[in-house]
T-cell receptor
């Protein structure tokens, strides 16, 4: 039973346009959500996060939206740049599972020049 | 740079042989984790540690053991490697408190191939 799902394995967008990456979760105990970015041959790096008490968090070109009733979050990248091409992982955590984040399978984003 | 070094970076080994992967951190953080990454499975937690000699199992711990005799080192051992353990292994640390809502900082991974 996969508790965090990223249903789109890949996404391709043109440079300058918006990229929207989606993530769904099933565990109601999750109350903190994170996005990580991963380049080939490197470890994932933290990108942005959101607490369940918020519905939006913005950091420069990156915005994460959380819809608790739908158990859905999305990462918006505007404008997309070729350097954003990477694998993006959604992760979720709960206070009862201190430090043990649950990850989705990842979405490979390709931004075309 | 989170001060995490994983060694070796690449390893090819034969089925049935023991393998130990090392994670070394330079910042004395208490919380350390081992994840594996496989196509179609994302990152899955193998084992984690809350301090010296304080370890516990994650969701895919079968076939793996860990040890943490020093704060800076977290070792992952495959007692008898199998082909299903071919994967990329990532070590991670938590830096802030409370740890459940602090991001993980990852090493660059060890690519293990079991033939």
């Amino acid at each position: 039973d996969q508790q965090v799902k990223q249903n789109s394995p890949s996404l391709s967008v043109q440079e300058g346009r918006i990229s929207i990456l989606n993530c769904d979760y099933t565990n109601s105990m999750f109350d903190y959500f994170l996005w990580y970015k991963k380049y080939p041959a490197e470890g994932p790096t933290f990108l942005i996060s959101i607490s369940s008490i918020k519905d939006k968090n913005e950091d420069g070109r990156f915005t994460v939206f959380l819809n608790k009733s739908a158990k859905h979050l999305s990462l918006h990248i505007v404008p997309s740049q070729p350097g954003d091409s990477a694998v993006y992982f959604c992760a979720a955590s709960a206070p009862t599972n201190a430090g043990k984040s649950t990850f989705g399978d990842g979405t490979t984003l390709t931004v075309k020049p | 740079d989170a001060g995490i070094t994983q060694s070796p970076r690449h390893k090819v080994t034969e089925t049935g042989t023991p393998v130990t992967l090392r994670c070394h951190q330079t910042e004395n953080h208490r919380y350390m984790y081992w994840y594996r990454q496989d196509p179609g499975h994302g990152l899955r937690l193998i084992h984690y540690s809350y301090g010296v000699k304080d370890t516990d199992k994650g969701e895919v711990s079968d076939g793996y053991s860990v040890s943490r005799s020093k704060t800076e080192d977290f070792l992952l051992t495959l007692e008898s490697a199998t082909s299903s353990q071919t994967s990329v292994y990532f070590c991670a640390i938590s830096k802030e408190q409370p740890i459940y809502n602090s991001p993980l900082h990852f090493g660059n991974g060890t690519r293990l191939t079991v033939t």
